[in-house]
């Protein structure tokens, strides 16, 4: 498999973890790409864009790679300590990048990877929170994508310790591994899902997809089909934040039901 590494010279979190990896592994410059240099370490190629990631519509198209990884700061009003990772979609508009109501090939496996390799490295930043956040924002593309992020000011996007977490994160995620883990999509919560994290953390069930409970009102047949198409390997369950979908309970029970998928809740799973 060929990964490709995107990341913006827009963005200060994503050339800290650029020079991260220059420096920590053995990539070498080999070529270009939009005036850019390229460079190689084994499998993977490194890019850098002029434009924000969110805004890189279609690059599978530019690029020939089969899963791609977006390194990249992520901010938030609340300016929280974080190191997280997330598919990108979207449940209704596009806001930031993407087509409205369409979701990218969500990686179930490997986001659980990341996940755990930076809960792993959390020691090191004790500050930091490690989450897993909601399937949002763009660009769509077809192939299999994932962010892995630095949250959320200036002050966190060129921390040193966190950019080196997320290179070495990225790098584990790109050697071999067969991974036996029970692929699942995720509905109900906060944007910074704790069901999500606390499913990654304690059980072997791997989350593509999570609709958060502020999307649910945009979750009906024809998306909910996609969060399953779209989440690679294909979902065994559909687990539900039971606690965190409000008044949608009963609707997309219903819903599920009607298209025969297996369900189950988030709670009885972590008990």
Not at 123 to 135: A, F, G, K, S
Not at 217 to 232: P, Q, S, W, Y
Request: net charge negative; charged share 25%; hydrophobic share 35%.
């Amino acid at each position: 498999m060929d990964y490709a590494i995107i990341v913006s010279e827009q963005d200060p979190a994503s050339m800290n973890i650029k020079e991260c990896l220059l420096e920590l592994y053995g990539f070498k410059e080999e070529s270009s790409f939009e005036n850019h240099p390229v460079h190689t370490y084994n499998n993977v190629k490194l890019y850098s864009i002029e434009g924000y990631s969110v805004f890189a519509e279609k690059i599978d198209k530019r690029i020939d790679a089969d899963f791609f990884i977006f390194a990249t700061r992520h901010q938030s009003k609340e300016g929280i300590h974080s190191l997280s990772c997330h598919a990108p979609g979207n449940w209704s508009k596009a806001e930031f990048g993407g087509v409205d109501k369409e979701l990218c090939a969500a990686p179930a496996f490997m986001l659980k990877r990341a996940y755990l390799e930076l809960e792993k490295c959390s020691e090191l930043v004790p500050d930091h929170q490690i989450t897993m956040e909601v399937t949002h924002h763009g660009p769509f593309i077809e192939k299999p994508v994932m962010f892995i992020e630095i949250g959320s000011t200036d002050e966190h996007w060129g921390n040193r310790k966190a950019g080196e977490i997320i290179a070495h994160t990225i790098i584990k995620l790109v050697e071999p591994k067969n991974d036996s883990y029970k692929s699942c999509i995720l509905l109900g919560g906060g944007h910074y899902n704790q069901i999500g994290n606390k499913l990654m953390a304690r059980t072997d069930y791997a989350i593509g997809h999570i609709c958060p409970k502020y999307a649910l009102e945009f979750l009906n047949e024809e998306m909910l089909k996609k969060a399953i198409e779209r989440t690679v390997p294909r979902p065994e369950i559909v687990v539900l934040d039971w606690k965190g979908m409000g008044q949608y309970k009963q609707g997309i029970v219903g819903l599920l039901e009607k298209l025969g998928l297996k369900y189950e809740k988030a709670q009885r799973i972590l008990k």
